[in-house]
Structures are given as structure tokens and as C-alpha cells.
């Protein structure tokens, strides 16, 4: 076979598996759920104060006296319980703004003993080397992310959470930071892990961190696995 031929045909074969991919997606795509309807909180329960935009964004905006991180009432949960899933969703930050996903949490009144959490925080120019569980992407009492991935206060990011058995996947800004199964060994420094016998279906949830903490969350979306 000639050398024009073998091109045409390796490119046709190209183009015919990345067909098939983008149909993949797609059939993906229209089984994502969107856990946010844009009007208001119905699918979540909390008692802060957490706002609906006009633009269809949820914004936690403490009142004043709402301080410090464990006011789990002020979090607010998903109504529904999810086990595998792949999360998708939108947030920016403010200036040392602080928050943080929760997922799998078995008692919304101790998710940080009975869940997880993905720590979202503003910690952008910070060195990679320099990052710890409590950054930005950090798995909270488990593993530091892999790299600094944060954008600039004020400016959105994106996450992606998969959470497949004891198998947990993170990426921000189109950068896998988390590879690991909840059955492997804690940071060193860190007590041992005890992730891998929290519940394996649980609530999920944004942190309400008290003033001066303002975050925006958009396009929320959820695939069950």
C-alpha cells in the first residue's frame, strides 16, 4: 500500500473513533442533572443565608455575627443522597474566600466526620510545592492537591468531581489535582485515613465559612453513576 494510502486510511479511522467519542459525550451530557434551577432552593435545605441571583447563581452571603466554619446548619445540603456521581460545577471566590464541596456526608449536622470534603479556597500565587490538604483542591485531612490550579479572586473556576467506589477523581481549571482510592495512606504528618469507612452514599454540600466568606456557585450539574 502506498504511503497516500495509508494516511487516507489512518485518517479516516481517526475521524471515525473521534465520532464515536463526541457521541459518548454526548449521550453523557444529556444524563447530567442540574442541581441548581435558577429560581430557587428547592432540592437543597439550609438555614443560612444563601441567595439566589438574578442570573441563576447561588451566593452565600453571611449576615453579620455569622463567623467560623462550624455552623453546619448555615451549610447547605442536597436534599437527595448520592453515592457514585460525577459533579461538575462553577465558583469564584473573593479575596482569602473560603469554602468547600462535601459529598457523601451521612449526618448533615457532622459532615466533617461523617463526609468529605474538596477544599475550595483562594490561594492563588501560592507554590505548588507549598500546598497542603487545607489548599485549594486538597482533600481535607487526606491529600494535598497535586498542583495550584487556582485562578485569580474574582475570576471563575471550574471543578470536576468523580467518586467511584472508593476511587476519587479531581480536576480544577482542566487539571486532574486528585487520583486516589480513600483507602490509601493519609499525607505525612496526618493522622490515618479513615475516609475509606465513611459512608458510601450521603448528602452533598457547600460550606458556609461565616463572614467575610462571599462565593458564587453556578452550573452545578451531576451525573449518577
Not at 436534599?79 to 449526618?107: C, H, Q, T
Not at 489548599?135 to 471563575?156: A, C, L, Q
Amino acid at each position: 500500500i502506498s504511503k497516500p494510502s495509508i494516511m487516507k486510511i489512518l485518517s479516516f479511522f481517526l475521524i471515525l473513533t473521534f465520532s464515536f467519542i463526541c457521541t459518548a459525550w454526548a449521550k453523557e451530557g444529556e444524563r447530567f442533572r442540574s442541581l441548581l434551577n435558577g429560581k430557587d432552593l428547592s432540592g437543597w435545605k439550609t438555614d443560612g443565608n444563601w441567595v439566589v441571583q438574578k442570573d441563576g447563581s447561588l451566593m452565600i452571603d453571611p449576615k453579620p455575627g455569622q463567623e467560623g466554619w462550624n455552623r453546619f446548619n448555615d451549610y447547605i445540603f442536597t436534599e437527595k443522597k448520592y453515592g457514585d456521581f460525577i459533579l461538575e460545577m462553577e465558583y469564584k471566590y473573593p479575596a482569602k474566600g473560603n469554602s468547600g464541596l462535601f459529598f457523601r456526608v451521612g449526618d448533615t449536622k457532622n459532615p466533617v466526620h461523617t463526609g468529605m470534603e474538596v477544599q475550595i479556597l483562594d490561594c492563588f500565587g501560592q507554590k505548588d510545592e507549598t500546598m497542603t490538604h487545607h489548599d485549594h483542591g486538597g482533600i481535607i485531612m487526606f491529600k494535598k492537591p497535586r498542583r495550584n490550579m487556582s485562578t485569580k479572586p474574582g475570576e471563575w473556576n471550574h471543578m470536576i468531581v468523580s467518586c467511584e467506589g472508593h476511587h476519587l477523581r479531581v480536576a480544577i481549571n482542566g487539571v486532574e489535582v486528585q487520583n486516589v482510592y480513600l483507602d490509601d495512606d493519609a499525607d505525612e504528618g496526618l493522622p490515618p485515613s479513615k475516609l475509606s469507612t465513611r459512608p458510601m452514599r450521603g448528602h452533598i454540600g457547600l460550606q458556609d465559612h461565616g463572614v467575610p466568606h462571599r462565593l458564587v456557585f453556578r452550573n452545578i450539574k451531576i451525573l449518577e453513576l
